[in-house]
């Protein structure tokens, strides 16, 4: 059974950047089958993709948040950690971590996910 699990701060100040860690069980993180993926949900709005990194280690972006997203892993470790640089209140939400699959380039759906983390971005 996969399980994932973030960490990460739940308050970051506006213009700073905001770095969560997703811990994964029960799976490896270099399987090339899954692209392992960061998502959030801000209130009352629907579910945001953001971007993922492959079994090999090759990261995909939502072209919307490419300009201030990377992500990065810990194999030795079996994380992922999500930087989003120069927050705004706008990035506000539930953050989850996911196991995802791709068709071609594209994500397509998540089987596994954490339990999801609330960050707020306020001053």
């Known amino acids: 059974q996969v399980q994932l699990q973030e960490s990460g701060p739940g308050l970051v100040k506006p213009s700073q950047t905001l770095s969560l860690t997703c811990t994964v069980s029960?799976?490896?993180?270099?399987?090339?089958?899954?692209?392992w993926s960061w998502i959030r949900q801000p209130p009352g709005k629907g579910l945001e993709w953001m971007g993922a990194?492959?079994?090999?280690?090759?990261?995909y972006y939502s072209p919307s948040l490419k300009s201030r997203t990377s992500i990065s892993r810990d194999t030795s470790k079996n994380q992922f950690t999500l930087h989003l640089h120069s927050v705004t209140p706008e990035d506000s939400a539930v953050y989850y971590c996911?196991?995802?699959?791709?068709?071609?380039?594209?994500?397509?759906?998540?089987?596994?996910w954490g339990q999801g983390t609330q960050v707020t971005v306020s001053s």
């Open positions: 996911a196991r995802g699959r791709f068709y071609m380039t594209t994500y397509v759906s998540a089987d596994y």
């Open positions: 990194i492959g079994g090999s280690g090759f990261t």
């Open positions: 029960g799976g490896s993180i270099t399987t090339n089958l899954y692209y």
